[in-house]
């Protein structure tokens, strides 16, 4: 079974700062996809973030970034040019792509919550 | 702009009150999954359908929870008798599988039972 863990419960920014949340996984298969997820106060969840393992380069969206390194199994969001509106619930996802009955399903860390403090 | 939709956004019942939540998939969507986020224990997946089709629902309490799809705009989660330990947010997310795709979520259905 596939394990995702987000070590830092809580976490503080200033604005116009940057921030970078950790996540490590622990899984046997070799293709897979990684997720960062936003849950603001409204807990709406909303994708942030995603990563093929097939892939070397790491993704990029506008502020949000990623370092993914697969040996290492891990997967840290970084948030530059931090804003009021990204203080939210950050949670890191995994998903198997094998054929199973466990394919396609989302496993998620406990999540890490971010303040930005003005 | 296509979203999924989740009725009721919030929900207080007494407990051994039956409870029905429902789900409209963002449209051409063939993947449902449902999902429950408590405190405690985060967020689990209950069950996963692929073309209406329930796949996995080894999540789930067997004996008092119920997912089905009865067309490809809808789903249903049901719980009947509820007990205070369901309380808790219950998610509904949709994708379409052309290979490992991404799951988009509903706002959710806040679930207390008292």
């Known amino acids: ?118 | 702009d296509a979203r999924v939709t989740q009725t009721p956004r919030d929900k207080v019942t007494e407990m051994g009150q039956e409870v029905t939540m429902r789900c409209q998939p963002i449209l051409g969507h063939n993947t449902v999954f449902w999902y429950r986020q408590t405190m405690k224990q985060g967020l689990e997946l209950l069950a996963y359908f692929r073309n209406r089709a329930p796949l996995d629902d080894s999540g789930m309490p067997k004996d008092r929870f119920s997912a089905e799809m009865p067309d490809a705009t809808l789903a249903t989660l049901k719980i009947q008798p509820s007990e205070p330990r369901d309380s808790a947010v219950y998610f509904c997310a949709s994708g379409l599988q052309t290979g490992a795709d991404t799951q988009y979520f509903g706002p959710g259905t806040r679930l207390t039972v008292l």
């Open chain 1, 1 to 118: 079974a596939q394990t995702v863990t987000q070590s830092q419960p809580e976490m503080s920014v200033q604005e116009a700062e940057t921030v970078t949340l950790s996540c490590t996984y622990d899984t046997s298969e070799n293709n897979y996809y990684l997720f960062w997820y936003k849950q603001p106060p409204s807990r709406q969840m909303i994708l942030v973030i995603r990563q093929e393992a097939y892939k070397q380069q790491n993704a990029t969206e506008n502020r949000f970034s990623v370092n993914f390194q697969k040996a290492a199994k891990s997967f840290s969001l970084k948030i530059s040019d931090s804003q009021l509106g990204d203080t939210a619930m950050y949670f890191c996802a995994f998903m198997t792509t094998y054929s199973g009955a466990g394919s396609y399903q989302l496993t998620f860390g406990k999540g890490t919550k971010l303040s930005v403090i003005p």
